[in-house]
């Protein structure tokens, strides 16, 4: 079956796209010695996160124990839940996953690591722990060194848990790729600083794990990163690639849509809105659109209903009822969310489908 | 059990907020003689559709087919689907849910009219047809009465399907609260030289169907509308709120968070982000927020990230690690599609859930 045929709308991943993005991080990575645990929020697929495995990652990164459970169901191990995992059912749910697979958690405060090391005793696992410092996105993370000193120390005085190390999320850097980056240069600065504070106070921060797809290809430049846990990465989309950190055709997802209305003047109607792309908007570039429309570079998607994308055509456009789009999205962790299925090709012949299994998996 | 005891993040609907609304639009549309066809986009569970028929409608609305045939599996019947249906595979699954079922579809084009006339002549089967006019919201629809009329003949002259009348989606009009609205008055004249042009050329179109939410309780202002079509007002939201049409006291469905961090100065992370929530901003009003924080009122829900909701606080809030906090979602309809699972309560007691059947049902 070719991806024409699949009715719309529909996720299809260029798998040939997808491997050569999964590689090329991969050897990166392996050239520069740092550890790669992807973050596998963009797609929430155990087969995915395994190829990611296969391409060399160490592991894998979710922001949920939901999403753990999947991945560890699947035979995935050495988890890292970038999330505060607060509360006595997610902790006992935790401890029990650390019965069998490693896992390790970030936070920033005492309160959740305490609920952790709790749950950990009663179920006699033990769980890797990181703290985490704001390096200027202002979302978790303590703010101070000193702070941050006093929590690992706190944190390694209790039981059933190991201090391991240093967490920070560097999403709001986007000027990577400029050679004289301050933002990167100021992730440096504070590493220095906290390894040296922490080795003064006797803590040994043997992780340290930074990393966006917008750093990623200039990890090597931060120095003290011994990991990094991009997600997007792995299909790209037009936030990445307006910024610069990718091509169109490093792009792997697209979303499959038809057109189901032209009756307004200079319009065409898509059958995919917010409740298939997400209602992300373009935060890169010059931020218009809600994403890119392959077969016609100069139609707008300008705006969106549930179920409707408003396209806006220029002069010389002509769109038919029933012609099919292959658009690719703002934001695809947040557009491949709304789905339950993936369909995966190479050159257009389809050869199967993934199950989103991750996805709702909140708690 | 309690809401308080249920894990977070989780959608909660109060009961008796969502029966009164159910009741009070019920017993409005029967004072002004309008059928009511409630949008199930909202909710996408047939239980609260079956509810809804309790309360007065005389039949839903769906968007997707995929939709209308989780409502027919639920013994749901006379549904509209508000959408064009188009696609050889769609139009089949069409034509065999009218064997059994009244459906109802909306279009703008002769292409999706013959599709489905083929489709249910094939099945044996016949499926009404509205033809959808543009009142302004630039979506779907024909911009020309001459047009929309030439298209109506056209779809009455098709086989297994039956010409029924006319759609519109008032979705611009915010200002139905206004004693002289100009857009409800434009409608009323948009609908009558329609009906009086229809006539002229011999074709009957005994339906009327418009209506949303924002338009809801002034539609009896409308001249000519047989049928409304709100989807909004089973849940209510804070797009309606600011707006004016609804109140706090009518928002039935929150979204039960627990702060996971509050390292950041003058900041809490709530376990919801736009995976929760959705990413949709406010609408009305303001338009500040993702939310309204219903225990602090002053907190601004300034921000989100996948899966933290950033809180910023005015000088006065304290916000502690593992503090729950319930909070209206912007757009009801899209938080309600983030999510498998919905409980229900009275007073706080949970009595039950449900699960959003019809969520992902893009097809």
Redesign the interface.
Same mark, same amino acid.
């Given at each position: 079956m070719r991806i024409e045929e699949l009715?719309? #709308? /529909?996720l299809t991943v260029d798998l040939d796209i997808m491997e050569r993005n999964l590689r090329s991080l991969g050897e990166y990575c392996q050239t520069h010695g740092l550890k790669l645990r992807p973050h596998t !929020?963009t797609h929430k697929i155990p087969a995915i996160a395994k190829m990611q495995m296969a391409s060399g990652a160490a592991g894998v990164t979710v @922001? !949920?124990v939901g999403e753990a459970e999947v991945m560890t169901s699947a035979g995935l191990d050495n988890i890292l839940i970038a999330? #505060?995992v607060? $509360?006595r @059912? !997610?902790c006992e749910r935790l401890a029990k996953l650390a019965q069998h697979n490693i896992i390790a958690v970030s936070?920033? %405060?005492l309160? /959740?690591a305490q609920g952790i090391s709790e749950a950990a005793t009663r179920s006699g696992s033990k769980v890797d722990l990181l703290v985490?410092f704001?390096v200027g996105m202002? =979302?978790? +993370?303590? &703010?101070s060194v000193d702070?941050w000193v006093r929590l690992a120390q706190a944190v390694d005085q209790l039981s059933s848990v190991r201090f391991s190390g240093l967490m920070f999320y560097p +999403?709001h850097i986007w000027d990577a790729l400029s050679e004289q980056s301050p933002a990167l240069e100021n992730l440096s600065q504070i590493i220095e600083e906290i390894q040296s504070k922490a080795k003064h106070s006797g803590l040994n921060c043997g992780v340290v794990t930074g990393g966006s797809t917008p750093t990623a290809y200039n990890s090597h430049r931060v120095r003290g990163l011994t990991e990094i846990r991009p997600g997007t990465y792995v299909f790209n989309d037009m936030n990445e690639t307006k910024a610069g950190f990718s091509q169109l055709s490093d792009c792997a997802l697209k979303v499959q849509v038809?057109v /189901? %209305? *032209? @009756? /307004? &003047?200079g =319009?065409a109607?898509i059958? $995919?809105g917010?409740?298939?792309f %997400? +209602?992300?908007r373009l935060i890169s570039g010059d931020k218009q659109g809600f994403g890119f429309v392959t077969e016609h570079p100069s139609v707008l998607f300008a705006a969106m209903?549930?179920?409707?994308g408003?396209l806006d055509l220029g002069a010389s456009d002509r769109v038919g009822? +029933?012609e099919r789009l292959s658009i690719i999205p703002n934001h695809v962790?947040?557009c491949v *969310?709304?789905? *339950?299925q993936i369909y995966y090709h190479r050159n257009g012949v389809v050869e199967g489908s993934w199950t989103v299994e991750g996805r $709702?998996k909140? &708690?």
């Open positions: 009715d719309t #709308p /529909v !929020k @922001a !949920k999330y #505060p607060l $509360g @059912a !997610k936070l920033d %405060s309160e /959740v985490e704001d202002r =979302r978790c +993370g303590l &703010q702070a +999403g038809t /189901v %209305s *032209n @009756a /307004v &003047q =319009r109607m059958d $995919g917010s409740k298939t %997400s +209602g992300d209903s549930e179920e409707h408003h009822v +029933g962790c947040a *969310n709304m789905h *339950n $709702g909140l &708690q």
